[in-house]
């Protein structure tokens, strides 16, 4: 089963609203990283987050961590028609060296 | 500055026949990874290598599947032969240790 669980499946918003979305996991981690597909693109590399961090933040992008739920949030403020994508999470684990397993995204459409 | 670079961006072949998917990492990156993506299973880890080792190749699904990394700029990912459940998008990626990893933009591939 994966190890990242993306909540919810899909979310549709206005422009200028908040999009946020969240992830289960279910072993420790070393970190966690969110990406963003582009329909029929690769997967780009929004954040990553150290097991030891609780918070970061990068432009409009914010991303939460909580060990002890073993949960991550990403919130983009301000959304874009742009912003139209897929968002992974994906959990760098202890004992996985530097493979990620990636959860099954969450689906957002910006509505201009 | 070139990305993870694969080819072919589309297949379509018969099933019964090879297919052989290439991809270049960036340069200096050691790890390269497959992925296969689908709607049905997600993102799944097929192998990875680190300095041109096959490190592993768990996720690989059976025999007909094969990866190769002759050198540190060139892998390979083979099937022979195809069948129509192999029909998906498989993506290339490459990384340093520790960083996030860089995605090519995929081969999306359909066996008939």
């Known amino acids: 089963s994966q190890q990242g669980e993306e909540d919810p499946q899909a979310l549709s918003i206005q422009e200028g609203e908040n999009a946020t979305m969240n992830c289960s996991y279910k072993t420790s981690i070393n970190n966690l990283q969110w990406y963003r597909q582009n329909s029929g693109r690769g997967l780009v590399h929004l954040i990553l987050i150290r097991s030891n961090e609780r918070e970061k933040h990068s432009g409009r992008l914010r991303v939460t961590l909580d060990t002890s739920k073993k949960s991550s949030s990403l919130l983009i403020t301000a959304s874009r028609a742009a912003d139209t994508a897929s968002y992974f999470c994906a959990t760098d684990a202890a004992a996985a060296g530097n493979k990620l397993t990636f959860g099954g995204g969450t689906r957002v459409l910006v509505k201009p | 500055d070139a990305g993870v670079i694969q080819s072919p961006r589309h297949e379509v072949t018969e099933m019964g026949q090879e297919v052989t998917l290439r991809c270049k990492p960036i340069?200096?990156?050691?790890?390269l990874f497959w992925y296969r993506q689908t709607m049905m299973r997600g993102l799944e880890l097929l192998i990875y290598f680190n300095n041109n080792v096959p490190i592993d190749d768990s996720g690989m699904p059976e025999d007909r599947f094969s990866a190769k990394m002759p050198n540190a700029s060139f892998s390979t990912l083979k099937i022979q032969p195809s069948e129509p459940r192999d029909s998906a998008v498989y993506f290339c990626a490459s990384t340093s240790w520790g960083q996030p990893q860089h995605f090519g933009d995929g081969t999306r591939l359909s066996i008939l």
């Open positions: 340069s200096g990156h050691d790890y």
